[in-house]
């Protein structure tokens, strides 16, 4: 048996799982809402819209999950909300709607949102992805599985943060990070590899040194890259992780955050 506050307000036609707990004043307002089992609402969480939440997931206090996108484009679209399973969204979290016909916020399995993190219209988070207090997702942003954002990070929109990128506390991103990338700043430039989260993922040691190649020659060679690409295809041998860092940046839209060389430097994108 789930457990319902006397003080929350539930919609009639809201799908509830078992064992879902629903804490005072919340307010769950819309029939098209699914809490999976094992959902924990705390305090004053507010759903509404069409949203699912998937199974183990606790949402804190004063979360708001499924409002309307602050996008002026938008013309009351029927649009959907996403959340994995095992989440843990902490106090003041804000997950927005999507803009758009038919389209979708997703985060998925196994993140941590901490306090004010917030992800806009049409966002999709990958699994086990860490939004530290008041990281900050613009509209459209693709962030891949096990990246590490650092509080107050503000990600531009529709960019791109690779597989187990990290990005430093208060920086700037106005361009894609590729994967495995460690960044920071303001504006946001790559200073290396995410070594520790390489290694606390156990990446085979080949893994590891192939993965510094491509970033070496990427970074570190003063090439285009559309050369630099060449010749990590031409010099290590393909793999799963390195055809990743190869795929992300060959499809760069905006193209790739710049090398940190010196605190001086202005960004420069790689792909140019």
Known sequence: MGK??????VHKRAKIGKNVVVGPYCILDSPEITLQDGVELKSHVTVEGNVEIGEGTKIGSFSAI???????????????????????????VSINSSCGEGTVVRVGDNCLLMPYAFVAHNCHVGNHVIMTNGATLAGHVKVGDHVI??????????????????????????????????????????????IVGIKRRKFPAQIQKDLYKAFRITYKMGLKWSDARERILESISQSEHVDNWVSFCSTSEKGITGYRKSAEESIATASR
Not at 73 to 89: L, M, P, Q, Y
Not at 161 to 173: K, L, Y
């Open 149 to 194: 954002l650092g509080g107050l990070c503000a990600i531009a929109q529709r960019l791109r943060i690779g597989d187990h990128a990290m990005v430093g506390g208060g920086s700037m991103v106005q361009f894609d990070l590729p994967p495995f990338s460690l960044s920071s700043g303001y504006p946001c430039r790559v200073a290396g590899l995410n």
């Open 66 to 92: 499924g409002a309307p996108t602050t996008n002026l484009a938008f013309r009351g679209e029927e649009t959907f909300v996403r959340i994995g399973k095992n989440c843990d969204i902490r106090e003041y």
């Open 4 to 9: 319902i506050h006397r003080t929350a307000i």
